[in-house]
């Protein structure tokens, strides 16, 4: 009936390996008819087994001499297993629980199957802490992946950190612990204790958990059991039919913690409901498509900004928990404003409490710190040869897109994927079996991701922040691309921040920084990105890297955006460059909001809104960003004179005419060439009075003249302002 001295002290010390062997209700080998009951109660007095049904007792259990918070004992003439409770006292008080151990795997085959082939995309619906219900008994069912460990234990608030109480059960062939704690309450918080192969003990958070405690503790927290009632359908119908290449995509880059703060002394946090009244309507103002989060997945380190994510599978205690979120995407739905999540597959810090050494294994990393370890940011890497890797990461994408329904994905640092040697000097990394510097694992697990979210989530957009020239990051896997909607333009954004920074009278000099990106336009889906990367490290802000005064640096910050607008591309700015921040950004503090008190910072952030609305209207602006067709130079030859010219066309052929001079000087009598005969109206003008500018224009319009300019059939002279970027539409015959 008792289980030999050795198995009886692992039992009570925690560190069987299969519990659920002895502990619970069983039959007794070699003893006709008996019945035995086994549990471990650290810091019971006594403990009773109740009949469930009845409520009456049928037997008292005896502590194990040696192994005291085991407990057993015989159920009296009773041969049959039966429901049972037990009723337990304590010093100071009686408490009647159920046992874990009276009830069976939970675990479903096809699930584990899937998870250890590489290809479960809702592994967060089995593994952590997940509501169960056993007919009209509801609990939570925690699972953790662990095959090497020794032992696993789940230590809680409910078990008062006791690794004794609740061994897990292991299922061998999947590498899965399992147990189910009945007629439990939401947020508790919990970690698994994990026995490693050498016996040593150490604690870890759970990789799954859908919400965690801030540092220094860092435990998981189970989640709340409720449902989010959505309310964006409309939303999420129009996603699913909208071709995103083919339409206006205008992206507003926000880091919540700094982008406002509140509190007496401008410290604290936004919380989603705070960003619900203030962040949605500013982003609605200014006209932004889409806004992006930088990552809201947990992270320990403020200064990480997210980028060294511990708990993928919970967002950051920081803003609120899961429904507030939730409710801030329902919220920008119903303002027909799309939500995309930066997200990090490519390396995981090193805290203790997270995934690094998980089981006592470099079980989710590599071991050879030449392919597990990141130089550069000291960080691990991913083991994406692994399938039960591959299944976290499909399933945290998915996660994101389907329970939070986020409109897409940034990958960051995709070509620290890509490449073996990344970073790396000689002799610091491994080839591939071919011999190459491809990191075919990595390769293969982006195109499977890619494949499987357009398939499984429609409408949604997979943008690859990368940095080399890989061909066909947004090429269709079936083409031999990694599957990607779009791909930043990093070349885009190095050479014109470039130009933007030089002198004007040098500028002629570096023309070509400013035309080359439409050399390989059309080789990717793009996305023109100026990000947070290009506003720290002392790189400064936007405003501060261009030379002049302070007229000078806004007008030309006003015909760069301009340009931009109109460059074949979707479009990404980062917060505080719409309206001129001046100061590198710093996480830890506000926006410098006080500055649109002041016309010049104001006067951008219009122009910014303005730009977002013609481009909206506008189809020859977005329509054929990926078609060479959509796009003409009319002149971008005129060095000399730091003049930009060319035309963008809706599929109609319908023409958007853009100059740009990047130059103090005013251009009278300047000749530009024109598609089609007609009217055409100024219908922006980034040096008008309005945006601050010296109001230097053309009187709302331009006419054509029947005489060839720049390989055009008409043409017309206009007056081209200092430092500006002017739009003339063609208006219709309706129109004029």
Excluded at 338 to 364: E, M, Q, R, S
Excluded at 685 to 699: H, I, K, L, M, T
Aim: aromatic fraction near 14%.
């Amino acid at each position: 009936m008792c289980p030999e001295y050795g198995c009886a002290r692992a039992l009570a010390n925690g560190n069987h390996g299969d519990p659920y062997s002895w502990l619970g209700m069983h039959l007794v080998e070699g003893e006709k008819n008996a019945l035995v009951v086994r549990v471990v109660l650290p810091g019971a007095l006594k403990v009773d087994v109740l009949d469930e049904k009845t409520g009456k007792k049928v037997a008292s259990l005896a502590p194990v001499s040696g192994a005291e918070p085991l407990f057993v004992g015989k159920m009296g003439r009773r041969v049959k297993p039966f429901p049972y409770l037990l009723q337990v006292t304590y010093p100071a008080a009686e408490h009647t629980l159920r046992d874990p151990y009276a009830y069976g795997s939970q675990l479903n085959n096809d699930d584990t199957y899937l998870f250890n082939e590489g290809r479960q995309q809702q592994a967060w619906q089995f593994l952590g802490a997940n509501w169960h219900q056993l007919g009209e008994l509801s609990g939570v069912l925690f699972c953790v992946w662990a095959p090497n460990a020794k032992s696993v234990s789940l230590i809680a608030d409910f078990n008062h950190w006791d690794k004794r109480r609740h061994s897990m059960r292991k299922h061998p062939a999947s590498g899965i612990w399992e147990i189910f704690i009945p007629e439990l309450q939401g947020h508790e918080h919990y970690k698994f204790a994990i026995q490693t192969a050498s016996g040593d003990w150490h604690e870890k958070a759970d990789p799954y958990a859908r919400a965690m405690e801030p540092p220094p503790y860092n435990a998981s927290i189970v989640p709340l059991h409720e449902a989010w009632q959505w309310r964006d359908s409309h939303w999420m119908k129009k996603r699913a039919a909208t071709a995103w290449h083919q339409a206006p995509v205008s992206i507003y880059e926000v880091h919540l913690g700094s982008w406002r703060r509140k509190g007496d002394d401008g410290r604290d946090y936004l919380n989603y409901q705070d960003a619900v009244t203030h962040l949605i309507p500013y982003v609605k103002e200014m006209g932004f498509t889409h806004v992006e989060f930088m990552p809201l997945s947990e992270y320990p380190f403020d200064g990480s900004w997210g980028y060294q994510p511990v708990g993928m599978y919970a967002p950051t205690y920081r803003f609120g928990d899961a429904a507030g979120l939730k409710m801030l995407v329902d919220a920008f739905h119903q303002e027909g404003i799309g939500v995309i999540l930066d997200w990090v597959p490519a390396h995981f810090p090193k805290d203790p409490h997270g995934l690094g050494n998980f089981d006592g294994t470099c079980l989710y990393e590599h071991q050879d710190p030449r392919r597990g370890s990141h130089p550069d940011w000291d960080t691990l890497i991913y083991n994406y040869g692994r399938k039960e890797v591959q299944s976290f990461l499909l399933s945290n994408a998915c996660y994101w897109l389907q329970e939070f329904h986020i409109d897409g994905l940034r990958l960051d640092a995709v070509s620290s994927m890509l490449y073996l040697d990344y970073s790396r000097n000689p002799g610091e990394w491994t080839p591939n079996q071919f011999g190459g510097r491809e990191n075919i694992e990595a390769i293969d697990l982006l195109k499977d991701l890619n494949s499987r979210l357009y398939a499984s989530y429609p409408g949604i957009m997979m943008i690859a922040e990368e940095s080399t020239a890989w061909g066909g990051v947004s090429r269709d896997v079936s083409s031999g691309g990694l599957g990607f909607g779009f791909k930043w333009n990093m070349g885009w954004m190095h050479d014109t921040l470039c130009y933007l920074s030089r002198d004007p009278i040098h500028r002629s000099y570096h023309h070509h920084e400013m035309t080359f990106s439409m050399v390989y336009a059309y080789t990717e889906q793009f996305i023109l990105s100026l990000s947070h990367d290009e506003v720290v490290h002392g790189k400064r802000a936007l405003i501060e890297k261009i030379p002049g005064d302070d007229w000078q640096k806004f007008a030309t910050l006003r015909a760069y955006y301009g340009f931009m607008w109109a460059h074949p591309g979707k479009k990404l700015l980062f917060m505080g460059n719409e309206f001129g921040q001046r100061r590198e950004w710093q996480h830890d503090f506000s926006l410098d909001w006080h500055l649109l008190h002041f016309a010049p910072h104001s006067q951008l952030k219009q122009w910014v809104a303005d730009l977002n609305k013609l481009y909206g209207e506008q189809a020859a602006l977005w329509q054929q960003d990926m078609d060479g067709s959509g796009f003409a130079w009319l002149d971008c030859t005129d060095a000399a004179s730091s003049i930009l010219a060319f035309c963008r066309f809706d599929k109609h052929g319908k023409p958007m005419i853009i100059v740009s001079n990047f130059t103090p000087a005013t251009r009278q009598g300047y000749r530009i060439g024109l598609p089609q005969a007609g009217q055409y109206r100024e219908c922006l003008n980034s040096d008008s009075e309005f945006y601050g500018g010296s109001n230097v224009g053309n009187g709302g319009e331009i006419h054509s003249e029947p005489q060839p300019w720049q390989g055009m059939s008409h043409s017309a002279v206009i007056t081209l302002p200092p430092l500006s970027t002017v739009y003339f539409s063609l208006l219709e015959n309706d129109e004029c």
